[in-house]
């Protein structure tokens, strides 16, 4: 568990994702970059080869090969309130009948991919192709609880990571595990150690142009 202070939990927005980097400390870290657009490859050529087709079953195949000084992008985001979140807090402010507020799920830290929580963390590669990123650098769109994916329109549910349509529906985008305390969001996973805010510098996005108008 690294535990670096990544961000103030005030700098995130719900419609826009705050981008940084992390460096992979497993063994069968998830691809990024020039190798995860090698490992696309392979998998399409694979497709071709065993099916003469050349269908592509929409989710690139993972590379444990590590590369770029094994860093990689992840974003953060801070998910809005629901309806179901706001009569959870009325009933808790009923159940204490003016006393001490009650611990909640979010008092000790929440983790990425928790609905209780305030905050989620994924690595910033989109499941149908891994060398392309959501957040290019100025913000991942954010539509009605869903990342977009501006290059092929695949949908992303914010609080699970869960690709909800498009060409990689079904596969979830990759976790990072974050704790929120004392105003700030910190690191939380053992996969990875802190590099720094901001993109990565020699992990050139080698997406397309955007075929999705937003």
Same mark, same amino acid.
């Given at each position: ?9 005030? $700098?995130?927005?719900?419609?826009? @994702? ?11 870290? %998830?691809?990024?970059?020039? +190798?995860?657009?090698?490992s ?9 080869d065993?099916? !003469?087709s050349?269908?592509?079953d !929409?989710?690139a195949m ?7 000084d ?8 801070r ?8 009569t ?7 159940? @204490?009948? !003016?006393?001490?507020? $009650?611990?909640t799920?979010?008092?000790g ?8 929580g305030? %905050? ?5 590669y989109?499941? /149908?192709m ?7 650098g ?6 009605d609880?869903e990342?977009?994916?501006?290059n /092929? ?5 914010a ?11 079904g596969?979830?985008?990759?976790e990072?595990?974050? @704790?929120?305390?004392?105003? !700030? ?5 053992d +996969?990875y150690?802190?590099?720094? $805010?901001?993109?990565a510098?020699?992990?050139?996005d080698?997406s397309s142009?955007?075929n999705?108008?937003l």
């Amino acid at each position: 568990m690294d535990g670096t202070r990544i961000a103030d939990l005030d $700098e995130l927005a719900t419609d826009d @994702t705050f981008i940084f980097r992390v460096r992979a400390t497993a063994d069968n870290a %998830v691809a990024s970059g020039a +190798a995860a657009l090698e490992s696309d490859e392979q998998t399409a050529a694979a497709n071709d080869d065993s099916t !003469g087709s050349g269908a592509d079953d !929409g989710i690139a195949m993972p590379d444990d090969r590590q590369s770029d000084d094994d860093v990689r992008e992840a974003i953060l985001l801070r998910l809005a309130p629901t309806d179901d979140d706001a009569t959870a807090t009325d009933d808790d402010a009923t159940a @204490t009948d !003016g006393g001490a507020d $009650e611990p909640t799920a979010g008092d000790g830290g929440t983790t990425a991919g928790d609905t209780t929580g305030e %905050v989620v963390s994924w690595l910033n590669y989109c499941q /149908h192709m891994t060398h392309i990123k959501l957040d290019k650098g100025s913000g991942a769109p954010v539509r009605d609880g869903e990342l977009v994916c501006a290059n /092929h329109g695949a949908l992303f549910s914010a609080d699970s990571g869960e690709c909800t349509y498009g060409p990689c529906e079904g596969a979830f985008l990759t976790e990072i595990a974050v @704790t929120v305390r004392d105003g !700030g969001v910190y690191l939380d996973d053992d +996969a990875y150690e802190y590099v720094g $805010e901001g993109p990565a510098e020699s992990d050139d996005d080698l997406s397309s142009t955007s075929n999705v108008i937003l």
